[in-house]
């Protein structure tokens, strides 16, 4: 793609929702895609920025069907915490409106939550000591980390591949993690850090909800997310620049 990735994620603000059709032109002006028309990626794909930076992988077909059973079994799991999340007006990763009972999957429980074994909870950024995320405080949640633990080792291996120097970088942080959880005497961290099998610190788990245009806005361009789609489903496509 003819695009400066790390240029346009600089340009970017928390007020560039999508929403604003003005400052999405004014955007594009800015920093083309290089194309205009529509591209389908159908096989798997890297895809460049101008400079040769890989900005994106796409792997379809990637995870076996053991291994999306293995998720959809620990979202069985998870299903009180899900059911809990969605609210009446809320913002829209929680809201009620955005979020169906899917005919294809009737057993699976919309909602939206975030796992992770150390973050700051939200509205408190500024405190000295992360915790754990109330949806891993729960009884189950031991029997959770297990269920997930051979899907996130295998998201983990995939950036050893595709992302070395923020594999390492993870895998520091959570050395220092493990650390700081025992000298604080933090007991529920370090027993939570002993299961967490990710080198990502946080983990999304998004059933049957419809999203609005949206970017998140607490990634950079240097590194990577990973995104998984599990489940039956038809005609899903995901939109990019």
């Known amino acids: 793609m003819q695009i400066d990735i790390t240029r346009y994620s600089k340009l970017i603000s928390p007020k560039d929702t999508r929403y604003n059709e003005e400052r999405e032109e004014k955007l594009l002006e800015r920093c083309p895609p290089g194309h205009e028309d529509i591209q389908f990626i159908k096989t798997p794909t890297t895809i460049l ?28 799991l998870l299903a009180p915490s899900l059911e809990k999340s969605i609210k009446v007006d809320s913002n829209w ?11 294809e999957n009737v057993e699976l429980t919309p909602g939206c939550i975030t796992l992770s074994p150390a973050w700051f909870q939200q509205g408190h950024e500024n405190q000295s000591d992360l915790e754990v995320s109330a949806s891993l405080k729960g009884p189950s949640s031991e029997n959770v980390l297990k269920a997930i633990a051979r899907p996130a ?3 983990t291996a995939a950036l050893r591949v595709m992302h070395p ?25 370090s027993e939570t850090l002993q299961y967490w099998a990710s080198v990502f610190n946080t983990l999304s788990v998004i059933s049957n909800q419809e999203t609005p245009n949206h970017r998140d ?15 039956n489903y038809s005609n899903a496509r995901m939109k990019g620049l």
């Open 93 to 103: 990763q929680t809201d009620q409106e955005w979020f169906n009972q899917s005919l």
């Open 153 to 155: 080792a295998i998201a």
């Open 49 to 76: 920025d101008v400079s040769g930076a890989i900005i994106a992988w796409y792997l379809p077909d990637a995870l076996t069907d053991a291994t999306q059973k293995e998720i959809w079994a620990a979202s069985d």
């Open 165 to 189: 120097e923020q594999y390492w970088a993870g895998l520091r942080a959570f050395a220092s993690l493990r650390e700081k959880a025992e000298s604080k005497e933090l007991p529920k961290m």
């Open 217 to 231: 806005h607490l990634s950079i361009a240097e590194c990577f997310n990973i995104l998984t789609t599990v489940g």
